[in-house]
């Protein structure tokens, strides 16, 4: 289930913008999957002709690199959403600043060859919350892809971990510094799920709502919400899972 709240970070929630259940139709799969697709294609053609010299194919290749890992996820994430509701996903306790930090530690080579920066911001009390521990990965690097995507040139994205609702959620939130989001995106992401419709999201043109479709079904499998908080800046995608009350041993 998703939510959105405006101006600052909070927990108040909405039964508006609920997505649909199933599965995303492969029209909307396929063009999320096009952009990665085309530039790969496109460098691999540049190095064909040959006329890079040694350091600019060094850079091609790595571009490339970087852009398939990217891709791949998206259909290892796919083939996670198509097996929730066959497959059972334990739930523990889990150190969310532990996780984003190898989230961090794992992305930055593709932030870093985009010009952007990677930063975990999080309160000094150490938080547990109970969750599975590959799905909220996933959910993190897929809100950081998208994140990337709409961050400016030299500027960061922010993972930001606190606790909400007198500490019985956690809430991790991929914070971007790209275009303004309007404020019926969800609807209109929505709607381009169940229509199957590719057409961009205003503002926000590489968008299809698809990251977001999966990133809430990986959400409910935990028992989560998803939403987004509107900056005039931006924006913050954001989970809430249930804290846990055991203490950390880290």
């Not at 398939?68 to 290892?76: F, M, N, V």
Request: hydrophobic share 35%; glycine share 6%; net charge positive.
């Amino acid at each position: 289930m998703i939510y959105m709240s405006t101006d600052k970070w909070e927990c108040e929630q909405s039964q508006e913008g609920e997505l649909v259940n199933g599965l995303p139709s492969v029209v909307v799969a396929a063009h999320e999957l096009k952009s990665p697709l085309t530039l790969v294609r496109q460098l691999s053609l540049m190095l064909e002709e040959g006329s890079a010299s040694a350091e600019e194919q060094k850079r091609m290749l790595r571009q490339i690199s970087l852009t398939t890992e990217k891709a791949l996820r998206l259909t290892c994430d796919l083939t996670y959403s198509a097996r929730l509701s066959d497959s059972l996903f334990k739930l523990e306790p889990i150190n969310p600043k532990q996780l984003c930090e190898d989230v961090i530690r794992e992305m930055t080579p593709l932030f870093r060859a985009h010009n952007r920066q990677f930063k975990l911001v999080s309160t000094r009390k150490p938080l547990l919350l109970v969750g599975n521990r590959d799905l909220l990965r996933r959910i993190i690097m897929n809100l950081s892809d998208n994140a990337l995507n709409y961050t400016e040139n030299g500027e960061r994205v922010e993972i930001k971990i606190e606790t909400c609702a007198a500490g019985q959620f956690v809430r991790l939130g991929v914070r971007d510094y790209g275009p303004a989001l309007p404020k019926d995106t969800l609807k209109m992401l929505n709607k381009k799920l169940e229509g199957a419709s590719s057409t961009p999201v205003h503002a926000r043109p590489q968008s299809s709502g698809l990251g977001l479709y999966i990133v809430s079904q990986f959400a409910d499998a935990m028992n989560g919400s998803v939403g987004i908080t509107r900056h005039r800046d931006g924006a913050t995608f954001y989970v809430d899972l249930q804290s846990s009350k055991q203490l950390s041993l880290l």
